[in-house]
């Protein structure tokens, strides 16, 4: 009797023994597989981070009371959603591509102005225009008796980043997405716009305009109505 006891008492020590060992490394695995996951979650990036930072950033200018109120509204003498001065420059063989957009050179084709119409504008009504440096493919744009595409308050590419604040005030968020870039953006929307009115004159409820610099020149812009 004395040793099935000590054989009994031998197995359970046994099998506890085995149990415990399981526990641990079950515990031990959870773990790595928590810290594993966290490190996985970590590293991927948040979706809509830029434009999740821009509304906050807009937010905050509107508790501070800044607004924007030095719009530009014309380009090289094209006034927005004025169809009149846009036909000046717009002819007849024109023609409009399927994201509603015209496109252009300069005169030495260093330069690219698209202007955009929104559906159910009317002919030559312009809401956005956007200029940029011209890359080395050719489009076959027209070119335009333009040397520089310049805004009424002198916006133009090359400019620094005081200079265009100097113009349009400082009522814009600032985004960042690598050293040496920066995206100034101004945006309005009703009934903000007591100053300017260029909302209420156009029936339009939000103007916006990004200025993107890289080493603190200007390489690209746009400004003009989103679509309501």
């Known amino acids: 009797m004395t040793l099935l006891r000590k054989k009994t008492h031998a197995m359970l020590r046994f099998i ?16 790595d597989k928590t810290s594993s996951t966290k490190d ?5 990036p948040e979706p809509d981070k830029d434009l999740r930072e821009k509304y906050e950033a807009e937010q905050k200018l509107k508790t501070n009371g800044c607004i924007f109120l030095n719009p530009d509204t014309s380009l090289s003498k094209i006034k927005l959603r004025d169809s009149e001065s846009a036909e000046t420059i717009i002819a007849d063989k ?8 015209y496109h252009y050179y ?10 955009t119409q929104h559906p159910g504008d009317g002919k030559y009504q312009i809401s956005i225009f956007k200029v940029e440096y011209s890359d080395k493919a050719d489009y076959g744009y027209r070119k335009l008796n333009i040397d520089t595409f310049k805004t009424e308050k002198g916006i133009k590419l090359g400019l620094n980043k005081k200079q265009i604040i100097e113009r349009l005030g400082s009522c814009y968020v600032a985004n960042d997405s690598s050293k040496g870039y920066i995206e100034l953006y101004y945006r309005l929307e009703t009934p903000n716009d007591s100053k300017t009115k260029i909302l209420e004159s156009n029936n339009m409820p939000i103007y916006y305009a ?19």
């Open 40 to 44: 996985r979650v970590e590293l991927v």
């Open 94 to 101: 024109d023609k409009i591509d399927d994201n509603d957009q």
């Open 210 to 228: 990004s200025y993107k610099l890289w080493n603190d020149r200007l390489k690209k812009f746009e400004f003009g109505f989103e679509y309501p």
């Open 106 to 115: 300069s005169t030495m084709y260093r330069e690219t102005l698209t202007m």
């Open 16 to 31: 506890i023994t085995i149990l415990t060992v399981f526990v641990l490394t079950a515990c031990h695995n959870s773990q």
